[in-house]
C-alpha cells in the first residue's frame, strides 16, 4: 500500500504549531477623540460677517480609529450603550461661488455620528426633520429629542420630535406651526430636559410655553452590529 507523502509531510508540520482561523483573537479597536481646536465658525444665515473681537468659534475634534483620523466632531459624547456612543460630526464644506477661483472652505456642525467600539464602525445618524441650524438634540438612553425642520413642497414647520435609535422611528411628532427662519429665534427651542422615572421629556420652544412628553410603552432594545453574547457584569 502506498503512502502519501504529502499527507504526513502536512500532519508533522501542523503537529508543530498550526494556527487554525476559530483561534484567532480579534484585536480591539481604539476609539480616541483628539485635543479641541478652535476653528472659524460664521452661522449662514447671518446677516454681515462678524470679525475680529466678534467672530464667532467651534470647537472641534478629530476622531480617530487605531490612530487613523475618520472624522471631526464638536460638542460632548453620549454613551448609548458599553460599547457604543454618539457625538455630533463637524463638517468642513467649500463656500466658494463658481466665479471663485480657490476653494473658501468654512466649518459647520453636521449631523449626529454613532460610533461602535467593538468594531471601530461609524454609521451617520439621518435624524428624522433635524436641521443641522436649527436642532440641538439631547440624548437620554437611545432616546434623542430635539426641534426640528419638517420640509414639504409648500411649506416648512417647526416640530417637536422624539426619536429612538432600538426602535428605528419616531416615538413624538407635534408641530409648532409655520418655520420661516427669518421670524424665529436662533434657537428654536431650548435644549430638552429629561426625566427618568416615567420617562419624560420637557422641551420649551422660544417665546413659547413648555411642553411635556411621556414615554410610554416604547421599549426597545438597542441590538448592535455584530452583537456578542452578554457577558457576566464584574
Not at 504526513?8 to 504549531?17: N, Q, R
Not at 472659524?40 to 444665515?45: E, G, R
Request: aromatic fraction near 6%; proline fraction near 8%; hydrophobic fraction near 40%.
Amino acid at each position: 500500500m502506498q503512502t502519501n507523502s504529502s499527507a504526513i509531510v502536512l500532519l508533522l508540520a501542523c503537529a508543530h504549531g498550526c494556527i487554525f482561523p476559530m483561534w484567532a483573537v480579534t484585536k480591539p479597536h481604539v476609539i480616541t477623540l483628539g485635543v479641541v481646536r478652535r476653528v472659524p465658525y460664521q452661522p449662514p444665515d447671518a446677516a454681515q460677517k462678524l470679525t475680529g473681537e466678534d467672530a464667532l468659534t467651534l470647537k472641534v475634534r478629530a476622531l480617530l480609529v487605531d490612530g487613523q483620523q475618520k472624522e471631526w466632531t464638536t460638542g460632548d459624547t453620549h454613551e448609548v450603550t458599553d460599547r457604543s456612543f454618539v457625538v455630533r460630526r463637524a463638517l468642513r464644506l467649500n463656500d466658494a461661488l463658481p466665479s471663485d477661483t480657490v476653494p473658501h472652505w468654512v466649518w459647520q456642525p453636521g449631523p449626529w455620528l454613532q460610533v461602535d467600539r467593538s468594531t471601530g464602525h461609524i454609521t451617520v445618524l439621518h435624524l428624522p426633520d433635524f436641521d443641522s441650524l436649527v436642532s440641538d438634540a439631547v440624548w437620554f438612553r437611545d432616546y434623542a429629542a430635539y426641534c426640528g425642520v419638517h420640509t414639504t413642497a409648500k411649506t416648512q414647520t417647526l416640530n417637536v420630535i422624539v426619536a429612538q435609535l432600538g426602535a428605528r422611528r419616531v416615538l413624538i411628532e407635534q408641530s409648532l406651526g409655520k418655520w420661516d427662519p427669518a421670524q424665529h429665534a436662533h434657537p428654536a427651542c431650548a435644549p430638552a430636559q429629561w426625566q427618568r422615572t416615567p420617562v419624560r421629556v420637557s422641551i420649551q420652544p422660544a417665546g413659547g410655553q413648555l411642553l411635556d412628553f411621556e414615554i410610554a410603552g416604547a421599549a426597545s432594545t438597542l441590538v448592535e452590529e455584530n452583537d456578542p453574547a452578554p457577558e457576566n457584569p464584574q
